[in-house]
């Protein structure tokens, strides 16, 4: 077989990241890490915010630890959480909630999300990543086995420019445009779900603890987070019926207002928004595939299902660590392109089987919340059940590999804090 050398400039840049969210920041990252020469590009401009419950699970602590970026994200003072607590409606308010606690000493951060993301963004740009804020990609390329992948961006002035990339990482979130771009969007499923996100001051409820209250027409989760003088929450309202949906931005407040006046424990003074609203939804993101020809998608692109159980942050990091060890071990060489496709097929088997575990969990208590008979049955019955409770918070919060082994000692920096109990 006769060899031609391989032409001089394949494509522009080795990858482009598209999107600088936690998926797209941290795979540019471990690749610029490895010697990969990266451009990531983002629409937005950071810190910028995002809707989110904003609770980083055990889990995706874990995973930060493992990836050595937990120091920089505990230097934005994120709270810290030993559990959730899970409240039905009772009369005239919440009953009793089931506590869960997180276990091995476990813990989950409250963090801001505008701080979180600029930080692990600020780490890839220190790694040797060409950031470049305000970029909106509007086309893309798969790419294939003799062609670079392409993207059209429109820059910060309106200027088009076209870019070639030897691989295509489509880290750009919910509605992802690279995923439907490429052809890897599913079907939507039905029926759809809308949030809204606060950010709210005020003290009372232990700051230990997030709370869901899993109400009959919304859910309502309320987690503290970094703000700067511990009185800021989160809080984040979730919808699905139509008539909520179609009026949420005017009446959600109200709703939101209503389910936390009866939280237990109660507040000193009443809260008060401080930012937001920001705005979410449809969730329900199936895709085909995460890979087609040079293109991987990572994060929420990826598929995404329910926000429910928190679970996002974590997957985000995992498929973007999964993505770079494929693009780092699968391509070899540095200009001939042949075998790239090949080398990159791993990754949509790779992350399938590495989140169902996952997925199914989460479609399972999804399952029981949406329907009232159930939530009651289920739910109801955890009030007296506190280790079940703490089992499923653990599972919940992405740390099922550590019943298989001595959990890691991934909390060695902070010591877990004396709970005051201040609400029971
Ligand atoms: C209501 C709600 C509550 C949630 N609560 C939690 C929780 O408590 N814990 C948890 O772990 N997860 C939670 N999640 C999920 C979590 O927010 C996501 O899973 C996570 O942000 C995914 O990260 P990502 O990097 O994939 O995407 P994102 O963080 O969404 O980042 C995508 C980036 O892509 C950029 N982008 C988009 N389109 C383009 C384009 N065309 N060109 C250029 N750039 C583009 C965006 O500007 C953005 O910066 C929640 C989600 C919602 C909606």
């Known amino acids: 077989m006769s060899w031609s050398p391989p032409p001089r400039k394949v494509s522009d840049t080795q990858v482009i990241v598209v999107g600088g969210g936690p998926a797209g920041a941290v795979t540019g990252l ?231 006046q009866g939280i237990p424990g109660g507040w000193r003074r009443e809260p008060r928004v401080v930012a937001g609203p920001w705005g979410s939804g449809h969730f329900d993101r199936p895709v085909q595939a995460a890979r087609t020809g040079r293109t991987l998608l990572v994060g929420d692109a990826a598929g995404y299902f329910d926000p429910l159980t928190g679970q996002g942050i974590y997957r985000a990091l995992l498929s973007a660590r999964l993505a770079a060890d494929t693009i780092d071990q699968g391509l070899t060489g540095d200009a001939r392109m042949g075998s790239d496709v090949e080398g990159l097929a791993p990754y949509g088997p790779l992350i399938f089987s590495s989140l169902r575990a996952g997925r199914l969990l989460q479609r399972a208590v999804e399952g029981v919340v949406s329907r009232s008979p159930l939530r009651q049955l289920c739910l109801g019955g955890l009030r007296y059940l506190p280790r079940a409770t703490s089992w499923l918070i653990h599972l919940t919060g992405d740390r099922a590999g550590s019943l298989l082994r001595v959990p890691e000692p991934v909390w060695p920096l902070h010591p877990p804090r004396t709970i005051h109990e201040d609400h029971r």
């Not at 990266?38 to 055990?58: I, M, T």
């Not at 091995?104 to 060409?130: N, S």
């Open 30 to 260: 471990l690749l610029a890490q490895r010697g990969w020469q990266v451009e990531l590009v983002d629409r937005a401009r950071f810190p910028r915010n995002k809707a989110c419950g904003e609770c980083l699970n055990p889990g995706g602590v874990a995973l930060l630890a493992e990836l050595g970026l937990v120091e920089s994200v505990l230097a934005t003072s994120p709270a810290v959480l030993e559990g959730w607590d899970l409240a039905l409606p009772g009369d005239g308010g919440w009953q009793p909630p089931a506590r869960g606690r997180f276990r091995g000493g476990d813990r989950a951060l409250g963090i801001c999300r505008a701080t979180f993301d600029a930080a692990l963004l600020g780490e890839a740009r220190a790694a040797g990543v060409r950031v470049r804020e305000g970029v909106r990609v509007v086309k893309a390329h798969p790419g294939g086995p003799d062609k670079p992948a392409a993207v059209e961006l429109v820059l910060p002035g309106g200027g088009r420019q076209r870019r070639t990339a030897r691989v295509l990482v489509g880290a750009d979130g919910l509605n992802s445009r690279i995923r439907s771009e490429v052809g890897l969007a599913g079907p939507v499923a039905d029926p759809p779900k809308a949030s809204l996100t606060w950010r709210i001051r005020g003290t009372g409820p232990s700051r230990h603890q997030g709370r869901l209250l899993l109400g009959r027409r919304s859910t309502v989760g309320l987690a503290p987070v970094a703000g700067p003088d511990a009185t800021h929450w989160n809080a984040t309202l979730v919808v699905v019926e139509e008539a909520d949906r179609a009026n949420l931005l005017r009446r959600g407040w109200s709703i939101m207002s209503a389910a936390l």
